[in-house]
């Protein structure tokens, strides 16, 4: 088995998920979305999780899943003979960067079609964290590597934000899942403005087909559609219809 990404503290003793087990499910999550606060150290290429405090956690962090979770589901109920998930993988470290410039605006991409995970999906850059890699400095490669945006060292600030359970397919009718992440997101605020920015992208085109900026303003109306917070008469008036809340269905960033 390749060396684990994601070790979990369990009564004081550290441990590696299988790849088939619901880490939200390990630390105790009960029923729902989340969030559940998860103590957090952040190490060299590694991210170790427990739901109280330990020697050499940085950070307390939300950790939240899709409203269906795969591997959840999986847990309570009887597997197909055959159709086993794999035994020799882990849980895999992915980082997603919510770039933000100096003028309050987000930076979003949207994945290629022809990319066999997720196509066309919007999406903040990220990707896998390198086994010998720091979590940030694996976030700030995925970005200039999707974007062509380098930031200047000494020119940014940042600031972890929150986990994701993720799954891919994600739903156990499209399938086993194949893929299975704990997602880190990070805030980069770059002291330079949305301009600036903009001037100095290069989308990678086999990873990146469009991207867009989110001022504040829409920013907030999705966060309030995702978690089903919104009042529409509280959101701007000229948002464009892709921002504007649907409440026939769910949508959840799975990752790859």
Same mark, same amino acid.
């Given at each position: 088995?390749?060396?684990? *990404?994601?070790?979990?503290?369990?009564? +004081?003793?550290?441990?590696?998920?299988?790849?088939?087990?619901?880490? =939200?499910?390990?630390?105790?999550? +009960? %029923?729902?979305?989340?969030?559940?606060? #998860? @103590? =957090? +150290?952040?190490?060299?290429?590694?991210? $170790?999780?427990?739901?109280? !405090?330990?020697?050499?956690?940085?950070?307390?962090?939300?950790?939240?899943?899709?409203?269906? =979770?795969?591997?959840?589901?999986?847990?309570? &109920?009887?597997? #197909? !003979?055959?159709?086993?998930?794999?035994?020799?993988?882990?849980?895999?470290?992915?980082?997603?960067?919510?770039? &933000?410039?100096?003028?309050?605006?987000? /930076?979003?991409?949207?994945? #290629?079609?022809?990319?066999?995970?997720?196509?066309?999906?919007?999406?903040? %850059?990220?990707?896998?964290?390198?086994?010998?890699?720091?979590?940030?400095?694996?976030?700030?490669?995925?970005?200039?590597?999707? #974007?062509?945006?380098? /930031?200047?060292?000494?020119?940014?600030?940042?600031?972890?934000? +929150?986990?994701?359970?993720?799954?891919?397919?994600?739903?156990?009718?499209?399938?086993?899942?194949?893929? @299975?992440?704990? $997602?880190?997101?990070?805030?980069?605020?770059?002291?330079?403005?949305?301009? &600036?920015?903009?001037?100095?992208?290069? !989308?990678?085109?086999?990873? $990146?087909?469009?991207?867009?900026?989110?001022?504040?303003?829409?920013?907030?109306?999705?966060?309030?559609?995702?978690?089903?917070?919104?009042?529409?008469? @509280?959101?701007? *008036?000229?948002?464009? %219809?892709?921002?504007?809340?649907?409440?026939? =269905? @769910?949508?959840? $960033?799975?990752?790859?």
């Amino acid at each position: 088995m390749a060396a684990a *990404r994601v070790l979990l503290l369990l009564s +004081g003793r550290a441990e590696s998920p299988s790849f088939a087990q619901s880490v =939200c499910g390990l630390l105790g999550a +009960g %029923p729902g979305l989340g969030p559940w606060p #998860t @103590h =957090c +150290g952040l190490k060299r290429g590694r991210l $170790v999780l427990s739901d109280g !405090p330990f020697p050499g956690s940085s950070a307390r962090l939300p950790l939240q899943r899709p409203p269906f =979770c795969p591997f959840a589901a999986l847990d309570q &109920q009887l597997r #197909t !003979p055959g159709a086993e998930l794999p035994s020799n993988r882990g849980v895999d470290l992915g980082v997603a960067v919510l770039l &933000q410039s100096s003028d309050w605006s987000v /930076l979003l991409t949207r994945r #290629t079609r022809t990319l066999s995970v997720s196509p066309n999906l919007w999406v903040p %850059p990220g990707g896998h964290v390198g086994l010998d890699e720091e979590l940030l400095d694996g976030g700030l490669r995925e970005l200039q590597e999707e #974007t062509g945006l380098q /930031l200047p060292h000494g020119q940014f600030s940042w600031v972890p934000l +929150g986990l994701w359970e993720s799954a891919y397919p994600p739903r156990l009718s499209w399938g086993l899942p194949r893929y @299975h992440h704990i $997602v880190l997101y990070l805030l980069v605020v770059s002291w330079e403005s949305q301009q &600036q920015l903009q001037a100095r992208i290069q !989308p990678n085109p086999s990873e $990146v087909s469009a991207f867009m900026w989110l001022g504040p303003e829409i920013a907030a109306a999705v966060a309030a559609a995702e978690d089903g917070t919104e009042t529409l008469t @509280h959101l701007p *008036r000229d948002l464009p %219809p892709s921002v504007l809340p649907d409440r026939s =269905c @769910h949508h959840a $960033v799975q990752w790859n």
